[in-house]
């Protein structure tokens, strides 16, 4: 593709899903936008007030965060504990038991959480593997960690919660929100651990609805607030509104600038694609023309009524692969 056709077409089709998905990892690492998925996704947050699950996103003593724009936090994002495994997590950070009595000098007990922004679910490998590896990885890593246990303190590991928010899937996968997590089997008499000591690791797959129009009026659970974040075509006024009225969501002014910048992200993406999608045909009725009816190309051009902007990217296209 020619410097012509990228003025055309100034997309390489893998630049805009990356910096797509970057976008999506910063807005999804706000405490206000993190506490609404864990409102309604991870059970021990379920009906309490946004506030205050928002208070138990803090850091504790001990700990390293890692702040972002002022608002963003969580635990170091990359883990190189195994040697050729590299992991960088989107977003990773501790979140304190709502309803945990803490006693005196006792270590604060609650989750080891990370969320992860997929553009794509359609890869070579099933995501949901991906999932369980991260949480397992870091189940692992608690180990002699400023946030996990010491030494042979196994009662002191904390659960992991890996949630997977997914943008493009197949349709059967719209709206669907799957659990995968340890559970007890008596193979033989029965007998029952208790479940602090097993329940260790969940990954949460969730696949939003593919258009926001597919929501109902009146319907504001985290599903909706994602897509209206990640998935409309809505402009930057009425996403704030949304936040605002529907969601209870202050928007700071780094949040703003962040859903302003993946807006204009993604129309230019539109723009670009349809460009793009413009251009292929034209080039592909072009040769058609060519070789059906034995016809010289500038001809074909002027028969097919080929707009200026693009005649040249199409002539050097057919040139190159001819």
């Known amino acids: 593709m020619n410097n012509r056709l990228k003025l055309v077409s100034t997309i390489d089709t893998k630049e805009p899903g990356k910096a797509h998905d970057e976008y999506c990892k910063k807005i999804l690492a706000f405490k206000s936008i993190l506490a609404s998925i864990m409102h309604d996704q991870i059970p021990e947050y379920m009906g ?11 850091p504790i003593k001990g700990m390293e965060y890692i702040k972002r724009n002022g608002e963003l936090l969580g635990l170091n994002l990359e883990d190189i504990a195994v040697i050729g495994a590299e992991i960088r997590y989107d977003v990773f950070f501790f979140a304190k038991l709502p309803t945990k ?7 604060i007990i609650g989750f080891l959480i990370n969320m992860e922004a997929q553009g794509d679910d359609e890869r070579h490998y099933p995501l949901i593997s991906r999932g369980v590896y991260h949480a397992c990885r870091i189940l692992a890593g608690q180990k002699n960690a400023k946030y996990g246990f010491q030494h042979t303190n196994y009662l002191d590991i904390k659960k992991v ?5 997914c943008m493009n899937h197949i ?11 340890l559970t007890e089997t008596c193979l033989r008499k029965e007998w029952h651990s208790p479940v602090s000591h097993y329940d260790l690791i969940e990954v949460i797959m969730i696949y939003l609805k593919k258009s926001y129009d597919d929501y109902n009026d009146g319907e504001y659970d985290s599903m909706k607030l994602l897509n209206v974040l990640f998935n409309s075509n809505l402009p930057l006024d ?12 202050l928007v700071s002014e780094d949040l703003e600038q962040e859903v302003a910048e993946m807006c204009n992200l993604s129309e230019g993406i ?15 009725h072009v040769k058609n023309l060519m070789e059906t009816g034995n016809i ?27």
């Open 296 to 322: 010289e190309i500038n001809k074909a051009l002027d028969m097919l009524k080929i707009s200026e902007d693009i005649r040249q990217a199409v002539i050097d296209e057919i040139e190159n692969k001819n």
């Open 48 to 58: 309490m007030p946004i506030p205050e699950i928002e208070a138990c996103i803090e």
């Open 101 to 107: 009595k803490v006693e005196a000098k006792k270590e």
């Open 161 to 165: 919660y890996s949630l997977w928010i």
């Open 238 to 249: 009425e996403i704030k509104r949304q936040l605002i009225e529907n969601y209870g969501i």
């Open 270 to 284: 539109r723009k670009e694609a349809k460009a793009e999608e413009r251009f292929l045909s034209a080039v592909e």
């Open 171 to 181: 349709k059967e996968k719209d709206d669907v929100v799957n659990s995968y997590k």
